[in-house]
């Protein structure tokens, strides 16, 4: 696994780009001191813009590199840093495992929607988290090995959120699979070699919001790539907060019969209204209205192990914790059905 070069890489950015802004803010202040002083000369001017430059490149990279460090700390379960890109792209790309994807029994890969970068990480890999930890609790439960990985996969440029931007191209990116489409053939390589590499765990696929766009056309891809008597690649797939999935019908996407799963929550305003209108902007039938996709809940419930569960709310807070009713936060509904589907228990979901 590539973990140990990816976090040289990291460290190596981060201290460069600290060093170019503690030169910078020096220099840039000692040029402050310098036109206090009388020195008001074209070429103190122009060194100040260039110090000034300089700088706010270099924070502006720290502001994306820090959260990729913090996401990968904390003291209770192994972290791998799969993927590190930092140039080349719209932003930066990173893939961060909790649990060693190679030797898990259970694999998920998680696909995050609109307005999401680097500095999401922190808390995409907290959700992992908390879904390694839910995974795992009914593996053991149901006396199966608990050996599990949760990957937080950032390797898309998802589209800016147009409403914060009011930009037209970021409303045309959201509106449009271009950015889902850039995403499937990566997203679908990387879901190959984690089966190369682990050819008898399941695999799952989880895609929110817009992300889900991009699932969809990754296992239409993988699928397009199966030859008689290869094995299959994606065990499961979740969908949820999903606008559209770019596809008619269930077997387009290539997975085993039965286990194709979508959420959506009562409050959700983008699958209240995009999904609903999936022709309008091209994204294929209202994935909520396809035969062979089965609906989970969200809503509060029980689970066959008696843990009650909030219900999700919102468009964002599927898999997140939520404070039960002994005041202790436990997953939601929601939640902990995304973990009964990549621990291989779709019987023990709340529905």
């Known amino acids: 696994m590539a973990d140990r070069d990816n976090r040289r890489r990291l460290a190596e ?146 589209p800016l959120d147009a409403v914060e931007t009011r930009r037209i191209i970021d409303a045309w990116n959201m509106a449009t699979t271009r950015r889902a489409r850039e995403a499937a053939p990566n997203l679908a390589e990387f879901l190959s070699g984690i089966r190369r590499n682990n050819p008898t765990g399941r695999l799952s696929l989880l895609g929110h919001s817009y992300g889900s766009l991009a699932a969809s056309l990754a296992l239409q891809k993988l699928k397009s790539q199966m030859t008689d008597g290869s094995p299959q690649v994606v065990t499961s797939a979740v969908f949820y907060g999903s606008p559209g999935l770019v596809i008619d019908r269930v077997d387009e996407l290539g997975l085993p019969a039965n286990s194709a799963y979508i959420m959506r929550t009562s409050d959700d305003a983008t699958v209240n209204y995009f999904a609903a209108h999936t022709k309008l902007h091209f994204w294929g039938t209202n ?51 995304i973990a009964a589907i990549v621990a291989g228990f779709p019987e023990l979901a709340i529905r």
């Not at 070429?43 to 700088?55: F, I």
């Not at 922190?122 to 995974?135: D, Y």
């Not at 989970?296 to 066959?304: A, N, R």
């Open 13 to 158: 950015d981060i201290s460069r780009n600290e060093a170019i802004r503690d030169q910078s803010r020096s220099e840039f202040d000692e040029l402050t001191r310098q036109t206090q002083r009388g020195d008001r000369g074209a070429k103190t001017r122009r060194r100040m813009r260039e110090a000034a430059s300089r700088l706010q490149s270099a924070e502006a990279q720290l502001e994306e590199l820090h959260p990729i460090g913090k996401a990968l700390d904390g003291p209770t379960r192994p972290k791998f840093l799969m993927l590190y890109e930092p140039d080349g792209h719209r932003q930066m790309h990173a893939v961060v495992s909790v649990g060693d994807p190679d030797s898990a029994d259970t694999v998920s890969v998680t696909i995050p929607g609109v307005d999401t970068d680097s500095r999401s990480l922190p808390g995409m890999v907290f959700e992992a988290v908390q879904l390694h930890k839910a995974v795992k609790e009914i593996l053991t439960s149901e006396g199966r090995p608990a050996r599990t990985a949760t990957i937080a996969w950032l390797g898309y440029d998802p």
């Open 287 to 337: 994935p909520y209205k396809i035969d062979g996709i089965e609906e989970l809940s969200t809503k509060e419930g029980e689970d066959p192990r008696g843990v009650h569960h909030r219900a999700a709310s919102g468009h964002a807070g599927y898999p997140r914790l939520v404070k039960g009713k002994d005041g202790k936060d436990v997953l939601s509904t929601a939640g902990y059905n």
